[in-house]
């Protein structure tokens, strides 16, 4: 079943929005060379309960980190560890989700580490491009699956290709809700979106071919082709003037990216 969010359910929403918003952009700041994923996980733990808010993966099925932090080919669900150090040119996905008055937030960002390859560099940027396009798609009477096709054109235009097994997810008072969100297919299929829906839409995008697999860990996937991945997310609401990015940052009155 697929939830449609009130107004005052959607304020809260966007204050988990805000949070885990604040909280990334913290992270951002300190990742550099010689800093392990674990540091950073810290800090999001801390910056995340100090705010009366719950770490949401932490625990979730077992998982056992506040943040998903992934390396280079990794694609998500890279586990935090102090043994886990970023190195000029690596690229980093870090993923933060929390529970605030028992509303979610969900978002991420693929970073660069110092200097990265002209590969890197462009892979970032048509990833986090192909979020925004997929943003533009939301929009009342329209359907789920014009989202993932505006993912999937935009980056298969560069040559990358868009990871099949991992999709977004609807979110509300449960981290993953109806409907699912993939990155990929054709337009005009799917469940119409309708005012009050909320969306966690994060392209998966990997430099080399779709396929992925998950290591010993049981959590962290990664390209089975060794080449490099990116992921972004925004929690994003279905409303009558268009979509309402909640993971945004502050932003002025009245603008709502």
Known sequence: MIVCRSAAELEKMRAAGRLVADVLTE???????????????????????????IPAFKGYHGYPATICASINEEVIHGIP?????????????????????GYYGDHAVTLAVGLVSEQAATLLRVTEESLYKAIERVRVGGRISDIGHAVQQHVEAYGFSVVREFVGHGIGQRMH??????????PGRGPRLAEGMVLAIEPMVNAGKPAVKVLGDGWTAVTRDGSLSAHFEHTVAVTADGPWILTAREVPVGARR
Do not use: C, F, H, K
């Open 27 to 53: 992270l951002a700041g300190l990742v550099a060379p010689g800093v392990t994923t674990a540091a950073l996980d810290a800090v999001a733990e801390e910056r995340i309960r100090a705010a009366g808010a």
């Open 81 to 101: 560890s102090g043994r886990r150090i970023l190195n000029e040119g690596d690229i980093v996905s870090i993923d933060v989700g929390a529970s605030l008055d």
């Open 177 to 186: 809700e109806e409907p699912q969100v993939p990155n990929y297919g054709e």
